[in-house]
């Protein structure tokens, strides 16, 4: 009965830290995708390129989740583990990318401004 017991509980610690881990991996995926719309931002792209991006995004997220299902749960699949990622992302997504990309879009358009101001020539009369 305690071997029972303590296989529960060691099952029971592993879920959570499934659970743990791929809240983390839902953060990590959004930060990823901040930073390619940084250069978005910056660097400006075209349709094209923006696609081959969110394409190579895509696949790097998928392989990371199944990484994940693979290491902390033998490639079982479990709704909880997707649904704690797609928190993770949610969560990153409300309490940081918002306020950072706006803040990265005020000095992008500071610069711009700036630079506008520089090169403008002065009109004669």
């Not at 959004?30 to 923006?50: A, E, G, K, Q």
């Amino acid at each position: 009965m305690r071997q029972a017991v303590e296989w529960l509980t060691g099952s029971i610690w592993g879920e959570i830290r499934l659970l743990y881990l791929s809240f983390i991996l839902g953060g990590c995926l959004m930060m990823s995708y901040d930073i390619l719309r940084v250069l978005r931002i910056f660097i400006p792209h075209n349709s094209l390129w923006i696609g081959i991006e969110d394409l190579g995004y895509w696949f790097y997220a998928g392989i990371s989740t199944f990484l994940l299902l693979y290491r902390q749960n033998d490639g079982s699949l479990r709704a909880y583990a997707i649904v704690g990622t797609v928190a993770g992302m949610v969560i990153y997504d409300r309490l940081f990318s918002r306020f950072f990309l706006k803040g990265l879009q005020s000095v992008k358009n500071f610069i711009t401004i700036k630079i506008k101001k520089k090169n403008k020539k002065p009109v004669s009369k």
